[in-house]
């Protein structure tokens, strides 16, 4: 049963009452996030998606913020965020925590079906070994409840294992398995070792995440990331998806035909025009704002993220709703002024 | 132990073509890579090789050509005029229009003005070594305090930053090329270096020096503070601080639409340069009056700001996220009532407590607005931390009745809308001239 089946219309009319109530629910029950509606004067009724009142996504960073009291926290999850950035807090009570991770399952569903798939992963397992889990290991691990025989394509010491590779389509490569990586990791590990060794990944279906930042380096886009994995080894079945943390539980997914990404049923997009705030119009860039029902235990449930994207068309692709692309980050604000600069910006 | 190469080093360090070898060609402004690895410091001014701490202290201690500087030296003076000329030329001013000020602050009649405040019963005479440690990110502010400190016959060691930008690498250019026709101990006395994170360095320069003087934020400041200093020099800190402005409600709204539109503009650029992160850089507005009255005002005030900030200063998007951020952030602390935004370049954040405004920074454009009855008011509002007030519409005696009301608690500057960020030779309550000279008393 998909999660991809809402046109544009009906998604409008069924989501804006459940996150109008959302909405309400957390300003009842999370004070901060009360005042800051206060502050605004934002109030009931909404008109549309679009009028719903979004939080900066750094926020997370800056402020606790949840709606339910500590006694029913369940689990904390925290973003990696850069070096020196205080990380996102997001606070889950069991009812939320179990509902993002069936969520994530029927989502991913649509594209691996119901059974658990083998799996390759374009990484090596030090990564989800280490202590302090990084978010590419977080990732990796949160993934691989989606798979079985998990199987890495690098060594313990990062270095590409082309006969585990073999090894793992020698059992598994004649029926469908699943491929899971980072964007760039799946490039520079996966695409190289598999067309250097001529490896057949024709019946992988592809999970990947991550940005296309270090790829633009290599003159690689989305279009072209298709390409050249379909012609130099055959996997054809490719899907992006974008998700945070700050919104556990939804992602983004791309379609069969790389048009575009697709919002599950619970979810959906607005892309901001970063001027007046308003909607853009589609086919123009802005800031992505990403809409969903599960952040139930926090007020993560419309959020104005630090990335550029824009919808390429409405009701019009492999799945019903906005089709969209994500085409990098915002740069980060900085500020000039006398204070604290030694330990912010400068060793010297 | 550091080595001491003083033996050989030449003791009026030559300038960038003049090195021998010649292939690595220092740059002002560009430090070559790697330069300064193992506590070596890269002269930026007068550009050089790189050299260590014990040789730069050697060849500062020599006797300068001529003698030994004086307060006022002539031949100190000579050299910052020329600088002076220099930055005011039309090619700097129209790459760093904020490098004007710098250049009236080192004319030759306001360097004699400056000498001629320290006049009095007593003698005055140079500190000795004076080393300096300006903030990394606020590029011309190392000029002032070591323009001042060399105006007083110091020797002088500034800490540059290896990352210095903006207008840091054309005021090294300036005073590189007023180089050429000074005389030569102005070479021999005045340092501008950087060096890579040592402590090592830190600390002998620390050890060495009469007076130091730290710029830029309480943990620089503590930080430094970790390395002692001999016992009878002493620290000049200019740590974190923060800035307010004060309107007369009354004054505001008699005053004729082209009063407003200029005292707007002129606090728009005490707002928007430095990206309202510096120090004196105003982050609340306290309006005094009545609320009716103070809302018309204050309404005025915001079009005429937001309109002026959007066009010569437009934020940007990542700016105008990071807004939201320090906007929904004060909202959601409680401290903030309403929040406002004008565009982009303009969010007015209305104070649940006008005893407690955002000290910290928000972002670009972000002002609190709090009302006050009265002038006196604002004395339960000001902290130790806050330094600047920019006002409009107070006479002298009122603002001195304030600053005698609030008897040092806080405030060391009252300026006019405009001059907030118009550096002054009195800074954080301090006359820096007068701190980098000693008094000799002859009696009798």
Same mark, same amino acid.
């Given at each position: 049963?998909?999660?991809?089946?809402?046109?544009?219309?009906?998604?409008?009319?069924?989501?804006?009452?459940?996150? !109008?109530?959302?909405?309400?629910?957390?300003?009842?029950?999370?004070?901060?996030?009360?005042?800051?509606?206060?502050?605004?004067?934002?109030?009931?009724?909404?008109?549309?998606?679009?009028?719903?009142?979004?939080?900066?996504?750094?926020?997370?960073?800056?402020?606790?913020?949840?709606?339910?009291?500590?006694?029913?926290?369940?689990?904390?999850?925290?973003?990696?965020?850069?070096?020196?950035?205080?990380?996102?807090?997001?606070?889950?009570?069991?009812?939320?925590?179990?509902?993002?991770?069936?969520?994530?399952?029927?989502?991913?569903?649509?594209?691996?079906?119901?059974?658990?798939?083998?799996?390759?992963?374009?990484?090596?397992?030090?990564?989800?070994?280490?202590?302090?889990?990084?978010?590419?290991?977080?990732?990796?691990?949160?993934?691989?409840?989606?798979?079985?025989?998990? !199987?890495?394509?690098?060594?313990?010491?990062?270095?590409?294992?082309?006969?585990?590779?073999?090894?793992?389509?020698?059992?598994?490569?004649?029926?469908?398995?699943?491929?899971?990586?980072? !964007?760039?990791?799946?490039?520079?590990?996966?695409?190289?070792?598999?067309?250097?060794?001529?490896?057949?990944?024709?019946?992988?279906?592809?999970?990947?995440?991550?940005?296309?930042?270090?790829?633009?380096?290599?003159?690689?886009?989305?279009?072209?990331?298709?390409?050249?994995?379909?012609?130099?080894?055959?996997?054809?079945?490719?899907?992006?998806?974008?998700?945070?943390?700050?919104?556990?539980?939804?992602?983004?997914?791309?379609?069969?035909?790389?048009?575009?990404?697709?919002?599950?049923?619970?979810?959906?997009?607005?892309?901001?025009?970063?001027?007046?705030?308003?909607?853009?119009?589609?086919? !123009?860039?802005?800031?992505?704002?990403?809409?969903?029902?599960?952040?139930?235990?926090?007020?993560?449930?419309?959020?104005?993220?630090?990335?550029?994207?824009?919808?390429?068309?409405?009701?019009?692709?492999?799945?019903?709703?906005?089709?969209?692309?994500?085409?990098?980050?915002?740069?980060?604000?900085?500020?000039?002024?006398?204070?604290?600069?030694?330990?912010?910006?400068?060793a010297a | 132990m550091t080595p001491d190469t003083s033996g050989t080093a030449p003791a009026?360090r030559?300038?960038?073509?003049?090195?021998?070898?010649?292939?690595?060609?220092p740059?002002?402004?560009?430090v070559p890579?790697g330069a300064s690895d193992g506590g070596e410091l890269v002269p930026r001014f007068p550009s050089g090789v790189p050299l260590p701490v014990g040789a730069l202290l050697a060849e500062l201690e020599r006797?300068?050509?001529?003698?030994?500087?004086?307060?006022?030296?002539?031949?100190?003076?000579?050299?910052?005029?020329?600088?002076?000329?220099?930055?005011?030329?039309?090619?700097?001013?129209?790459?760093?229009?904020?490098?004007?000020?710098?250049?009236?602050?080192?004319?030759?009649?306001?360097?004699?003005?400056?000498?001629?405040?320290?006049?009095?019963?007593?003698?005055?005479?140079?500190?000795g070594l004076v080393f300096h440690i300006?903030?990394?990110?606020?590029?011309?502010?190392?000029?002032?305090?070591?323009?001042?400190?060399?105006?007083?016959?110091?020797r002088n060691v500034v800490r540059l930053s290896r990352?210095?930008?903006?207008?840091?690498?054309?005021?090294?250019?300036?005073?590189?090329?007023?180089?050429?026709?000074?005389?030569?101990?102005?070479?021999q006395t005045q340092r501008i270096v950087s060096y890579e994170r040592s402590d090592a360095v830190t600390a002998r320069l620390s050890a060495a020096c009469d007076l130091r003087?730290?710029?830029?934020?309480?943990?620089?400041?503590?930080?430094i503070?970790r390395h002692p200093l001999a016992?009878?020099a002493?620290?000049?800190?200019?740590?974190?601080?923060?800035?307010?402005?004060?309107?007369?409600?009354?004054?505001?709204?008699?005053?004729?639409?082209?009063?407003?539109?200029?005292?707007?503009?002129?606090?728009?650029?005490?707002?928007?340069?430095?990206?309202?992160?510096?120090?004196?850089?105003?982050?609340?507005?306290?309006?005094?009056?009545?609320?009716?009255?103070?809302?018309?005002?204050?309404?005025?005030?915001?079009?005429?700001?937001?309109?002026?900030?959007?066009?010569?200063?437009?934020?940007?998007?990542?700016?105008?996220?990071?807004?939201?951020?320090?906007?929904?952030?004060?909202?959601?602390?409680?401290?903030?009532?309403?929040?406002?935004?004008?565009?982009?370049?303009?969010?007015?954040?209305?104070?649940?407590?006008?005893?407690?405004?955002?000290?910290?920074?928000?972002?670009?454009?972000?002002?609190?607005?709090?009302?006050?009855?009265?002038?006196?008011?604002?004395?339960?509002?000001?902290?130790?931390?806050?330094?600047?007030?920019?006002?409009?519409?107070?006479?002298?005696?009122?603002?001195?009745?304030?600053?005698?009301?609030?008897?040092?608690?806080?405030?060391?500057?009252?300026?006019?809308?405009?001059?907030?960020?118009?550096?002054?030779?009195?800074?954080?309550?301090?006359?820096?001239?007068?701190?980098?000279?000693?008094?000799?008393?002859?009696?009798?």
């Open positions: 049963m998909s999660v991809f089946t809402l046109g544009a219309r009906e998604r409008e009319a069924r989501l804006l009452p459940e996150l !109008t109530a959302l909405t309400e629910r957390h300003r009842r029950r999370c004070p901060p996030y009360r005042r800051i509606l206060d502050a605004l004067g934002s109030a009931p009724p909404y008109g549309s998606l679009a009028d719903l009142p979004w939080l900066p996504v750094r926020l997370f960073k800056t402020h606790e913020l949840k709606s339910i009291p500590d006694e029913e926290v369940f689990r904390v999850l925290a973003s990696s965020g850069t070096t020196g950035q205080r990380p996102s807090l997001v606070h889950l009570d069991r009812e939320a925590a179990a509902a993002q991770a069936r969520m994530l399952a029927a989502t991913l569903r649509t594209v691996l079906g119901e059974r658990r798939l083998p799996m390759l992963i374009a990484d090596s397992r030090s990564v989800v070994r280490d202590p302090r889990l990084s978010a590419r290991g977080a990732g990796v691990l949160g993934m691989m409840n989606f798979g079985r025989d998990h !199987t890495f394509v690098l060594d313990e010491h990062g270095v590409p294992d082309p006969g585990a590779v073999s090894a793992f389509l020698a059992r598994h490569g004649r029926e469908p398995y699943l491929v899971f990586g980072f !964007t760039f990791m799946v490039w520079i590990y996966l695409y190289e070792v598999a067309r250097e060794h001529r490896l057949d990944l024709s019946r992988g279906i592809l999970v990947h995440s991550g940005g296309w930042k270090r790829l633009a380096d290599r003159a690689v886009d989305p279009a072209e990331f298709r390409r050249r994995l379909a012609a130099d080894t055959g996997l054809c079945r490719v899907h992006d998806f974008y998700g945070m943390v700050e919104q556990i539980g939804t992602v983004f997914l791309e379609g069969p035909d790389g048009g575009g990404l697709y919002c599950p049923d619970f979810a959906d997009v607005v892309i901001r025009d970063p001027e007046t705030w308003r909607e853009a119009p589609v086919g !123009t860039p802005g800031v992505i704002e990403v809409i969903s029902t599960l952040p139930s235990s926090y007020p993560g449930h419309v959020l104005l993220t630090e990335d550029l994207g824009v919808v390429h068309g409405v009701d019009d692709g492999a799945w019903p709703g906005k089709r969209f692309s994500v085409l990098g980050r915002l740069p980060r604000a900085e500020a000039r002024g006398c204070s604290d600069t030694f330990t912010r910006q400068d | 009026n030559p300038a960038a073509a003049a090195v021998p070898g010649g292939d690595r060609v740059v002002p402004g560009l890579d006797e300068p050509c001529d003698g030994p500087l004086t307060v006022g030296d002539e031949r100190i003076t000579a050299f910052l005029s020329a600088v002076g000329r220099r930055l005011l030329s039309p090619a700097v001013a129209r790459a760093h229009p904020e490098l004007g000020s710098l250049g009236f602050f080192l004319r030759r009649a306001e360097i004699a003005r400056a000498v001629d405040r320290l006049r009095g019963e007593h003698l005055r005479v140079p500190r300006p903030p990394a990110n606020v590029d011309t502010v190392f000029v002032y305090s070591w323009a001042l400190s060399a105006l007083a016959g110091n990352r210095a930008g903006g207008a840091a690498p054309a005021v090294l250019e300036a005073l590189e090329s007023g180089l050429s026709g000074a005389h030569p101990a102005v070479a003087i730290i710029w830029g934020g309480d943990r620089a400041v503590t930080d503070r016992p009878h002493r620290d000049l800190t200019f740590p974190d601080r923060s800035s307010l402005a004060v309107v007369s409600t009354a004054a505001w709204l008699d005053a004729p639409e082209r009063v407003r539109q200029a005292a707007a503009e002129a606090f728009a650029a005490d707002v928007y340069w430095f990206d309202q992160a510096a120090c004196s850089s105003p982050r609340t507005v306290f309006w005094i009056g009545e609320a009716e009255a103070t809302a018309r005002a204050r309404d005025d005030f915001a079009a005429r700001l937001a309109a002026t900030a959007a066009r010569r200063w437009p934020v940007d998007a990542a700016m105008a996220v990071q807004k939201r951020v320090g906007a929904y952030g004060a909202a959601a602390d409680g401290t903030v009532r309403a929040l406002a935004f004008h565009g982009n370049a303009l969010t007015l954040l209305d104070l649940a407590d006008p005893a407690d405004p955002p000290r910290h920074w928000l972002g670009t454009g972000t002002l609190g607005h709090a009302r006050l009855g009265s002038l006196a008011e604002l004395a339960g509002v000001v902290r130790r931390g806050d330094q600047t007030l920019s006002a409009f519409g107070f006479d002298r005696a009122e603002l001195e009745g304030l600053a005698r009301t609030l008897a040092g608690r806080g405030i060391d500057r009252i300026v006019p809308f405009g001059q907030a960020l118009t550096f002054h030779p009195v800074w954080d309550g301090v006359d820096l001239l007068h701190e980098c000279t000693r008094l000799v008393t002859i009696s009798g």
